[in-house]
């Protein structure tokens, strides 16, 4: 499995030599210095504040104290070999080495097929690496850490804060089926989940963010709307296609028409049975977050597909085990 890596890294460093830079990239490092040096209100009244400030916090800092635009994108290609590592060693405990390899050698083509993210300065490498440990830290019992990643996620990125009551109810009735001698444990783990939003919330500046929630209805009279609303665009529209509801599906099969192949063929080969507790918390909390995309960042289809990319390690782990032949 070890050769996966340095191919990771190959093609990582390469994308980051030859990409160009983007608006993530520019909002990330420009005003992640400046919240680092005091320059700079991420909910000030002139931004549309659909931010979290995570990302700003680790990437900001590589300019803060030192601008270079290669140091943050080696800390991105960092970030993404650790959630690259998990996946394929969360992959390998369930099915196998050769489960992980197939895994690790899906990631690093999905990254071909769709355009490096983990070379260039970008929220995503960092939620892969949190929902990949937060799937691993349920799956595993590991129910606190659990509930501290989803404070992270929380302070990633917006669309993924369905995460945080999907793993509190899990891991509840995970405790409740396998330890219920713990009377305070659920307690806990919901203060550990909500440590992080509360904490958020304490400054009413970051109320802004509640219109991409479905409390958005509290914050619309104080003028605090999604940028999305402001926008006349159809379902079908993006800027990643032409508009057309053939121009959105191509889209969906130029990123995932391999992926869905192998899944196909697998399941028709009988890998239906080995479709285990595992496999249906990741599909689970897939369909839950996809869902989700379409009230946090309204009905377009752009949506659907890039924010559900920090998705694609769990997937590629199930997938890999699906397809892979199960040893007796």
């Not at 931010?51 to 080696?74: E, H, N, T, Y």
């Not at 104080?222 to 402001?230: A, K, S």
Request: charged share 10%.
């Amino acid at each position: 499995m070890k050769f996966v890596y340095p191919l990771f890294l190959l093609q990582s460093i390469w994308s980051a030599l030859v990409v160009g830079t983007n608006d993530y990239e520019q909002e990330y490092l420009a005003l992640g210095a400046g919240l680092w040096r005091g320059t700079v209100h991420l909910y000030a009244d002139s931004f549309t504040s659909q931010w979290m400030p995570l990302p700003f916090w680790v990437f900001g800092f590589m300019q803060a104290f030192g601008p270079s635009l290669w140091s943050a994108r080696a800390l991105t290609i960092l970030i993404g070999l650790a959630a690259l590592w998990l996946a394929c060693r969360l992959a390998s405990d369930l099915g196998g080495r050769e489960v992980g390899i197939l895994t690790g050698l899906l990631i690093i083509g999905h990254q071909w097929v769709s355009g490096s993210t983990l070379a260039t300065t970008h929220f995503e490498g960092l939620v892969m690496l949190e929902l990949t440990g937060l799937v691993w830290a349920l799956l595993w019992k590991r129910r606190r850490l659990a509930m501290l990643i989803c404070g992270l996620i929380f302070l990633t990125k917006p669309n993924y804060w369905p995460a945080i009551p999907f793993a509190l109810v899990y891991a509840i009735w995970q405790h409740e089926a396998v330890d219920w001698r713990g009377r305070w444990e659920p307690l806990i783990m919901a203060g550990l989940a909500l440590l992080a939003p509360v904490l958020f919330f304490a400054d009413p500046s970051h109320w802004k963010i509640l219109a991409y929630t479905p409390a958005s209805p509290l914050v619309e009279g104080m003028g605090w709307r999604p940028w999305f609303t402001v926008m006349e665009h159809a379902f079908w529209r993006s800027d990643y296609s032409d508009g057309t509801v053939w121009g959105a599906l191509g889209l969906f099969a130029r990123r995932f028409a391999l992926w869905g192949v192998l899944l196909g063929a697998g399941l028709v080969w009988g890998g239906w049975r080995r479709i285990e507790h595992d496999t249906l918390v990741v599909a689970a909390l897939f369909v839950w977050l996809f869902a989700w995309q379409f009230w946090i960042m309204g009905p377009w289809v752009k949506q659907t597909v890039a924010y559900m990319v920090p998705m694609m390690p769990l997937v590629a782990g199930q997938i890999a085990v699906i397809v892979w032949p199960k040893h007796s």
